[in-house]
């Protein structure tokens, strides 16, 4: 066959015009294919707004938004990666969320838009037992407001009361539940139960909640905790206090478990105080134990890292008299705890503020406790060859500080010869103490320039806290909320050449639980603050400015 050039050509020619036509079809469907799979956004209005209410019959976008259980409860719109804006306002209700993400850690987002102000209220007429239940996997929670607003009973004796949580995690692993403000719900902040393993509660502000129950004692905690998945949950930065029960419960009160779910926690940089007060009482701070009988579901696989626990305590006096557990390890002789850790925490409270009741096998190291005696039930002895105890300060009334019940009293000397404990530990009685202002300091995750500063002085003199070498310049200015006044900026300022800043130790204000007037607020010894530092203004540096994706793409294609 012979080609001359013309036909040569032409026939080049149409190769070449085939070519670049599949070529183009090819990469349109890949558009095509990319966009169906973008991450997508969604809005959500409440139902009153005057301008743009939220319906079941909206599209989810920005023109036509829905209402909040619609969006909750979507199954085809709504995909992983994808986020569901909740804008400005109180969502009235119960809400239930079966959303789910099934792409392996791809995260489906429930936020608040921007900076705006999204509280879901509780107070409804509903036989909903939490304000919002999750069944679900790999949701995000973050940035919104979880309460009862108005009146409300908060007392089980009334005809009808209903203990109602603010969040109750159901199922659903790996959800996680961020920057939350939970509070004054007539139930627990937050209950996660043993179907929802792998998750994570981080940097929420989790007080008031609870109630009083008919025996007259204070019922809801700050979270409550169970795990029966390998994976480890974490419970990190959060501040919980003035709760009417316990702080947080590691926990299972079921008596005949057949399995193990108090098991895989970490529970780190938290503050946590004075839970109990409400109803006149302090409790638990923290518990880790399990009321099982049946030697299955032994608390497990814990970790206590870097937590400061406090009850109002005048250590500048000594004192340490009355009841105010702190932190307790084990609850029953049959359901010892195992493989537990606790490091670099500090345990403030009153004659019983540190308990280690029933532990098969412990690691507690670089702790201060400040109470009337470490207590322990004599189970312990069975395990106490398995435990590794080094590098702590203990603050008693006595000198025979370590006490076994139904055993006796031992003292530092003695507990580290008969059992090998404590080597480099280190024993004061509670008026020398002498401990050097505390000012830890936690960057938030979730928050950009936000840190929590958790301040102890015993005299309650105001506590310096060095803010070099966090990326923060000179000239910034920030304001410092105390988390239990946090509608009001106790302090603002400029960051200073030195960094140093100087939180404010003597407060009297604080917000007092809806309904109740038991509650107190700390003492001035103590305390824990949010410091927010401004944005520093850039100078931007002109960029060239680049072609679009599609003029990019006939480029390409040789147009």
């Not at 503020?353 to 507690?364: D, G, P, Q, T, V």
């Not at 201060?368 to 312990?380: D, I, P, R, T």
């Not at 009001?488 to 204000?509: A, C, N, Y």
Request: proline share 3%.
């Amino acid at each position: 066959m012979v080609l001359t050039i013309s036909n040569t050509y032409f026939w080049y020619s149409n190769w070449n015009y085939k070519f670049m036509i599949q070529r183009l079809l090819y990469i349109l469907c890949c558009f095509v294919g990319l966009y169906a799979s973008a991450q997508q956004e969604f809005h959500v209005f409440p139902i009153d707004h005057k301008s743009s209410p939220g319906t079941q019959n909206g599209t989810g976008f920005i023109d036509s938004p829905w209402d909040l259980q619609t969006a909750l409860q979507q199954k085809t719109k709504i995909a992983s990666g994808d986020t569901i804006w909740l804008h400005e306002g109180i969502y009235n209700g119960r809400f239930i969320s079966t959303l789910q993400s099934l792409t392996p850690k791809s995260f489906i987002t429930v936020a608040a838009f921007k900076d705006d102000k999204v509280v879901l209220n509780g107070n409804v007429p509903s036989s909903k037992t939490s304000v919002l239940e999750v069944r679900g996997q790999q949701i995000i929670f973050k940035d919104f407001e979880i309460t009862f607003l108005g009146n409300f009973w908060r007392n089980a004796t009334v005809e009808g009361f209903k203990s109602v949580s603010g969040i109750s995690h159901n199922s659903g692993v790996d959800c996680k539940f961020v920057n939350l403000k939970i509070h004054n719900n007539p139930g627990s902040g937050i209950g996660s139960w043993k179907r929802a393993g792998g998750s994570e509660i981080l940097d929420c502000i989790i007080y008031n909640n609870g109630y009083i129950t008919k025996k007259g004692k204070g019922g809801g905690v700050g979270i409550y905790v169970q795990n029966a998945s390998d994976e480890m949950r974490i419970i990190e930065n959060n501040i919980i206090f003035n709760n009417f029960y316990k702080g947080v419960q590691i926990w299972s009160a079921n008596k005949k478990a057949k399995e193990s779910f108090v098991k895989n926690v970490e529970l780190k940089n938290n503050a946590i105080f004075n839970n109990g007060s409400p109803a006149g009482t302090f409790k638990d701070n923290v518990i880790v134990g399990s009321g099982d009988r049946n030697g299955v579901n032994n608390p497990k696989h814990i970790r206590i890292f870097n937590n400061v626990l406090y009850h109002n305590t005048k250590v500048s006096d000594g004192q340490v008299s009355g009841d105010g557990a702190s932190l307790t390890l084990g609850f029953h002789k049959n359901a010892p705890i195992e493989d537990v850790i606790a490091r670099y925490n500090i345990v403030i409270g009153r004659n019983n503020a540190l308990r280690i009741l029933h532990a098969k096998s412990l690691i507690f190291e670089n702790n201060m406790a400040y109470c009337g005696y470490l207590h322990l039930e004599s189970s312990v002895l069975e395990h106490i060859k398995n435990w590794n105890f080094k590098d702590n300060t203990y603050y008693t009334k006595k000198q025979s500080s370590f006490r076994v019940l139904k055993d006796k009293d031992y003292s530092l000397e003695r507990w580290r010869s008969d059992f090998g404990l404590d080597q480099n530990s280190t024993w004061k009685q509670t008026n020398t103490y002498d401990f050097e202002p505390v000012a830890r300091l936690t960057k938030y995750k979730s928050r950009d320039r936000t840190y929590k500063v958790t301040a102890l002085d015993e005299n309650g003199d105001p506590v310096l806290t060095k803010f070099s070498g966090l990326g923060l310049k000179p000239g910034m200015t920030y304001s410092i909320y105390d988390v239990e006044n946090l509608d009001t900026v106790l302090k603002s300022g400029t960051l200073s050449d030195d960094f140093v800043i100087t939180f404010p130790m003597q407060q009297k204000e604080f917000i007092k639980p809806l309904h109740n007037t038991k509650a107190r607020k700390t003492l001035s010894n103590f305390g824990v603050f949010i410091i927010e530092f401004n944005t520093e203004a850039t100078t931007e540096v002109p960029v060239k400015k680049k072609d679009n994706a599609f003029k990019r793409f006939f480029k390409w294609l040789g147009f």
